[in-house]
């Protein structure tokens, strides 16, 4: 059964340019978040959708930070234009329902140098 | 909003020891996680934990509930180096009020 899966696993790149992260949650999960983890804060909640809609956005940072997802099997996270500051892990996640357990997958590292 | 804190920080232990790690909430815990994080990779859902006074073991590894529902613990049998990595807590309501704590980097000496 697969699991959330991110792409890129890395990716490194200069300032200024665009950005986009790809993820494809567990079928079936109607629930998808967004999570950063660097070292000074520890994993912080970006955004998260529900059943495709975004609910939350206000974990993302700037209006630099976008996220769409156009359907129940797909989800970007956009950085544009990137910055050194926006280097970090970036994670997808997925869950079935409210209360329920987040899966996470294995994150997209991010450099912007 | 609930804070998780999590001691130790970080635990170097010899491969074959028993180890403890603990959780502590600032509320009422309903629904308490354990994840364990190798370097590289996502976070792997270990267990999760709702009732007082609940255990639950999955290998080598227990983890606990107190009757308060304030503080959970994580302990490793017998560790191995892959049990190495960084253990984090998670809890509280959904999307922004689910937290998590700021782990607990374990590496085991072979």
């Known amino acids: 059964d697969a699991g959330v899966i991110q792409s890129p696993r890395h990716e490194v790149t200069e300032m200024g340019q665009e950005v986009t992260l790809r993820c494809k949650p567990i079928s079936g999960h109607d629930y998808l978040f967004w999570y950063r983890q660097t070292m000074m804060r520890g994993l912080e909640l970006l955004i998260y959708f529900n059943n495709n809609v975004p609910i939350d956005d206000s974990g993302m940072p700037e209006d630099r930070f976008s996220a769409k997802m156009p359907n129940a099997s797909f989800s970007t996270l956009k950085i544009q234009p990137s910055e050194p500051r926006d280097s970090a892990v970036y994670f997808c996640a997925s869950s079935f329902g409210t209360g329920n357990t987040i899966y996470f997958g294995e994150g997209s590292w991010l450099t912007v140098v | 909003s609930q804070e998780l804190e999590q001691s130790p920080q970080s635990l170097i232990v010899q491969e074959g020891k028993n180890l403890t790690i603990n959780c502590t909430s600032s509320?009422?815990?309903?629904?308490l996680y354990w994840y364990k994080q190798k370097y590289g990779e996502g976070l792997i859902f270990l267990m999760m934990?709702?009732?007082?006074?609940e255990e639950k073991s999955h290998e080598k590894i227990t983890a606990k509930l107190d009757e308060k529902k304030q503080q959970s613990s994580l302990h490793i049998t017998a560790s191995q180096p892959s049990h190495a990595g960084i253990y984090l807590c998670?809890?509280?309501?959904?999307?922004?009020?689910?937290?998590f704590g700021p782990g607990t980097r374990l590496s085991v000496l072979p």
């Open positions: 509320k009422t815990l309903y629904g």
């Open positions: 934990l709702q009732k007082g006074g």
């Open positions: 998670g809890a509280g309501g959904y999307g922004q009020n689910f937290v």
